[in-house]
């Protein structure tokens, strides 16, 4: 078997790791809660007992692509990669990230935003929105010709949620992966739902549009994220759901490091 491409996505909420073969098959998938680590070694023990539910070893990692929005854990990978793998590491960045970035303050941009973008014009080769339900809910735009336009952030789903329920005496968290049958919601917990789950809708469809107007185009939609299956069944403008879209650009990274 050749070597393989670790790709991990650290998130505000989840880690998220894929295994891909050379020719980007993704052969494994796995993810944990983000928190905040002590040591390289820590990480080193949690990705080795994933690998052995793949018949997996560390031996058969060729390298490590790494995206993440967490600042003081990109150290730790990094030095996972370098040291206890000792193989090549690539962090996605703004300088690492091979396409056109159209922004004021391209260092501003997160890592995962880039990565989504790359991995979205990789795939498709078109011009794209791709909407990323997670922890935020981010919107990033990718013209015909391959350049990151920039796009939208807004908070996630859960997030709000969480809100709601801290700063309310009585409203409960709720189950969001069962709709209410209906946006008139006769009781706390449809209503909730209802406010949450067609609320983003509202925001993802109108966000879109105002968007596509500004592109000048009709843009591919594409959801990706942890939360896409939530919302994209209801929205009128999403086309797509590619729940390993973050991972596949972090494979793209990798291939296009020498380029």
Do not use: H
């Amino acid at each position: 078997m050749s070597e393989l491409i670790l790709t991990v996505d650290v998130g505000n909420t989840a880690t998220t790791c894929g295994l891909f073969e050379e020719k980007g098959f993704l052969k494994a998938l796995f993810s944990f809660k983000t928190k905040q680590v002590v040591s390289s070694e820590e990480l080193l023990v949690k990705l080795k007992g994933f690998l052995d539910l793949y018949g997996l070893t560390l031996k058969d990692i060729g390298g490590l692509s790494l995206a993440c929005v967490v600042p003081p854990l990109e150290d730790f990978w990094v030095e996972l990669g370098t040291r206890w793998l000792a193989k090549e590491v690539v962090v996605a960045s703004p300088d690492s990230v091979k396409m056109p970035i159209m922004l004021t303050y391209p260092p501003e941009v997160g890592a995962d935003r880039l990565v989504n973008a790359l991995g979205g014009w990789k795939k498709y080769k078109t011009s794209l929105i791709i909407v990323d339900f997670g922890t935020a809910t981010t919107f990033d735009c990718i013209s015909s010709e391959g350049a990151y336009l920039g796009g939208a952030i807004a908070p996630g789903i859960f997030l709000s949620m969480e809100a709601l329920f801290r700063g309310t005496a009585k409203l409960p968290r709720v189950d969001l992966r069962k709709p209410p049958s209906s946006v008139l919601g006769k009781d706390t917990i449809s209503a909730l739902k209802s406010g949450l789950i067609y609320g983003f809708v509202g925001l993802t469809d109108y966000l879109v549009e105002r968007l596509s107007q500004e592109m000048e185009t009709t843009p591919l939609v594409v959801a990706t994220g942890g939360l896409a299956s939530i919302i994209a069944p209801f929205s009128r403008t999403i086309s797509k759901i590619d729940p390993t879209l973050t991972l596949e650009g972090l494979f793209y990274l990798w291939k296009d490091r020498l380029a």
